[in-house]
């Protein structure tokens, strides 16, 4: 089946730091990719959506420029936070979706904890 | 994207079936019914997805109601592993899947 990862599964950083966390799909291509951001007992709320060659999409209230995404290949998108703060201590997930039907799945990574001290 | 209505919470013993509830009045006929879940500090996992008829795959069955406007989801099995938050989640071709708040089941020995 269609897998994805992500690296790394935690990190620790201090405030004022940027951090880079990779999403890629192991078994297929996505040229679509999507970014979200979970806190503790709530549910996925979705940040961005990632195009492989273009600029990400990003939902209402997501600040593109502390929010960097780049998605430079058919397998791999990046989501780098600038200058974290600790109230972007949170969990981000990735998905990756099959691309060409008009009926996909996506298939979503494992997470990234990050904390922010 | 139709919003989806769920209950909180659900139990459900184990072996038996669990079947979830989502209401989406709203859905438009381009719009197709997705379940995830979601194990505790994991990724979702993609379940099934339907557009109007009836699915069922290794995991799951997937009933659609003929107006669309509601659809239920049906674990046959219920195991100790299936304990999890289920999101019924409706979506177009924007690919964009928007998460409610879901229902956490816990299924119980």
């Known amino acids: ?117 | 994207d139709a919003k989806t209505t769920q209950p909180p919470s659900m139990d459900c013993a184990e072996g038996r079936a669990a079947n979830l509830p989502c209401n989406h009045s709203t859905i438009s006929g381009n719009e197709y019914v997705y379940w995830y879940r979601q194990i505790h500090s994991q990724g979702p996992q993609y379940i099934i997805h339907g557009l109007k008829n009836n699915e069922t795959n290794e995991m799951a069955s997937l009933i659609i109601t003929e107006d669309r406007k509601s659809s239920t989801l049906i674990l046959p099995h219920a195991t100790l592993r299936d304990t999890a938050v289920y999101y019924c989640i409706v979506s177009g071709n924007t690919g964009k899947l928007i998460f409610g708040q879901g229902t956490t089941l816990q299924v119980k020995p």
């Open chain 1, 1 to 117: 089946g269609a897998v994805v990862s992500q690296h790394p599964s935690r990190v620790i950083c201090k405030s004022g730091t940027s951090v880079k966390i990779e999403c890629r799909s192991l078994d297929f291509q996505a040229t679509t990719m999507f970014w979200y951001r979970q806190f503790p007992k709530q549910s996925l709320m979705l940040m961005a959506t990632s195009n492989e060659g273009s600029k990400a999409t990003y939902e209402q209230g997501v600040e593109k420029d502390k929010f960097l995404i780049n998605h430079a290949s058919l397998t791999l998108s990046t989501l780098t936070v600038t200058s974290a703060h600790p109230e972007d201590s949170s969990f981000y997930i990735c998905s990756a979706s099959h691309t060409g039907s008009e009926v996909y799945e996506q298939y979503f990574g494992p997470g990234t904890r990050l904390t922010v001290t």
